[in-house]
């Protein structure tokens, strides 16, 4: 009965490869996230995704692409992997309401070597 | 550009006692207000959120919101060693779908 899955939970990986990371949600929430928490723990939001149109897109490279296949998931594909990548990446989901707050997953943490 | 600004800490308070945790926003059109609790190497827990002026009470935790001086504040009482983890502020401006901005966190230890 987990709310927001995300898979894998660890990820070690080489310098130029591609990798995905998956995610679902239960909750029937609208709209889903995926934030980066770097080594300072510093949580910032890269994606935003509602009814599978991308709503907000952080200046984040375009090597990061997120894809909906439809409203419970947003899974997030990564090209080209580079040692700055290396961090902890949340999905996320929540209501479209001015009183939501957002539900997280477990993380995936991204090690790039 | 929307800033949270919270005090890194660590805030060391000793258990029974109350913790208080500070965050300030810049963005004057704010709406919604979160703090989330992270254990280390756990994903961020909502636990309180506020969106009027004033207290808001659940338990052990008070949150607490001035939108004139744009501060909101998370008061812990009676402390307890379980509570030692980062505090999260969190802020929605707008709308539902526009994302959370976080702060940076501030690390409590509870000492028993």
């Known amino acids: 009965d987990t709310a927001v899955s995300q898979t894998p939970k660890y990820l070690v990986t080489q310098m130029g490869n591609d990798k995905s990371i998956k995610c679902e949600q239960n909750?029937?929430?609208?709209?889903m996230y995926w934030y980066k928490q770097d080594s300072k723990k510093f949580l910032k939001i890269m994606f935003s995704?509602?009814?599978?149109?991308?709503?907000i897109n952080e200046t984040v490279p375009n090597r990061f692409s997120p894809k909906s296949p439809d409203k419970a998931h947003l899974n997030l594909h990564i090209n080209s992997l580079e040692l700055g990548d290396s961090a902890v990446y949340f999905c996320?989901?929540?209501?479209?309401?001015?009183?939501?707050?957002?539900?997280f997953g477990q993380g995936t943490r991204l090690t790039v070597v | 550009q929307k800033e949270v600004e919270q005090n890194s800490g660590p805030l060391s308070v000793p258990e029974g006692a109350i913790a208080s945790l500070n965050c300030t926003y810049s963005?004057?059109?704010?709406?919604?207000f979160f703090w989330y609790r992270q254990y280390s190497g756990k994903s961020p827990e909502l636990i309180m959120s506020?969106?009027?002026?004033g207290d808001k009470e659940d338990g052990r935790f008070t949150a607490q919101l001035n939108k004139a001086s744009q501060y909101v504040s998370l008061l812990i009482r009676d402390s307890q060693p379980s509570d030692s983890a980062t505090y999260l502020c969190?802020?929605?401006?707008?709308?539902?779908?526009?994302?959370?901005?976080f702060g940076k966190g501030t690390r409590l230890s509870v000492i028993a």
């Open positions: 969190a802020v929605n401006a707008h709308s539902g779908n526009t994302p959370l901005v």
């Open positions: 995704y509602n009814n599978k149109e991308l709503i």
């Open positions: 506020i969106y009027s002026n």
């Open positions: 996320a989901s929540s209501q479209v309401l001015r009183t939501a707050g957002a539900f």
């Open positions: 909750l029937g929430h609208d709209t």
């Open positions: 963005d004057r059109v704010s709406q919604s």
